[in-house]
């Protein structure tokens, strides 16, 4: 029987994915912000130089295309960091195109003017201001002093041939005249990459659809430009919980490049998880991202910052792919003794585990059934003789869990003991 005949697709009955080249300047991009965003999270460690090139060489064999590397204003420390990692991509010959988070202060970008020359690379000065009315008024800033800040860090990075996304902070819950006023002013200094945020995590995906559809008529449009011209970044938070949800509505309504970070790390709730939306959109079809190496990314974004990493986190959790529920684990043990991978990775499950370098796994407990028992035994080359397994299924069923392996082991033990 084909594949495409034990699924249907509801996720295709309706609106599709579309996407017409001729409005963007590429196709769907990601920037990678788990080296500083990231690193915000109340919970992480900073990564040494050695693992934050670890780290690098996942992010470019797995095709992203932007990295920030971390916040120069921050000190010397960090100037340093950014500037080993500068080295190995140079040296490698990378193609991720690196970059840096700078607040709109002529000193925050000097730095990057020595580092693009010492390296010889472009390196996007991901600039950031403030424009909601509730941060005005806690910061006592006007508009005219948000935009005299903007156009004299701005312009700086622009004379000195440093290419410039300009951010807006708390997008999206700024007044439509302010986005339009402070977008458009950056437009006429040269910029023409942008970043609209979600920085507190305060939008739904409709209001994702209503924000970026307001930016290309009402800023790029109307400032006489194409929309190829200007490439439309994204950059959102979780604080609702919608981070992904988000993500991908952005996608829908077009913007050209989607920032988040390796398992949502980030300030308070989080950043919108990269790696979820990665996985969403490769099975969406909307990108063709080699992605069996992401599963040992995130392991690696897990031990190196120390965040904690739920069991139960979506496809990178230690549960995602497991199972000790019998009717549950029968079904997936016969698609596995059919031989057919692609059954066994969806039969009970809406990711399938091998396209992101991980599998389905067995486990034994109070809710397993003998084909549990019997498939655990088998994948370690032990026969499962009848009263084996009925002694293992008899200790399961007294469990208040799952059983580890060293567990069932022991059990196995007393039973040849």
Known sequence: MEERALIHDWNVAGETFHRDPARHPHGIWFDDETLRDGLQSPSALNPTIDQKKELLDYMERLGLQKVDLGLPGAGPFHIEHID???????????????????????????????????????????????????????????????????????????????????????????KPEDIVAVYRRALDLGVRRICVCDTCGHVTPEGVRNLLGFIDEHVIKDAGLKRSE??????????????????????????????????????????????????????????????????????????????????NYPVFGNDAFETGTGVHASAVIKAMRKGDQWLADRVYSGVPAADFGLEQRIRIGHMAGRSNIIHWLEQRGMEAEDGLVAHLFEVAKSQRRLMEDEEVEAAIASYAA
Not at 145 to 155: F, L
Not at 255 to 262: E, L, N, R, S, W
């Open 230 to 311: 200007v490439e439309v970044n994204w950059h959102g938070h979780q604080d609702r919980g919608l981070g992904v949800a988000n993500n991908l509505a952005a996608v829908f309504a077009g913007a050209d490049v989607i920032h988040g970070t390796a398992l949502g790390l980030g300030e308070r709730s989080g950043n919108a998880p990269l790696d979820q939306t990665l996985v969403n959109l490769k099975l969406m079809g909307a990108i063709d991202n080699d992605l069996t190496l992401l599963g040992d990314y995130m392991a690696k974004a897990h031990a190196y910052t120390g965040v904690p990493l739920p069991r």
């Open 84 to 174: 080993a990692m500068l080295t190995h991509i140079k040296e490698h010959d990378y193609a991720i195109r690196p970059g840096c988070a700078v607040r709109t202060v002529v000193s925050d970008i000097e730095p990057l003017v020595e580092l693009q020359a010492k390296h010889d690379m472009e390196i996007q000065a991901s600039a950031f201001l403030g424009t909601s009315p509730i941060r005005l008024y806690a910061e006592d800033w006007s508009m005219e002093r948000v935009m005299q800040t903007m156009e004299g860090a701005v312009g700086y990075a622009v004379e000195q041939d440093i290419p410039v996304m300009f951010v807006t902070e708390d997008t999206t819950r700024s």
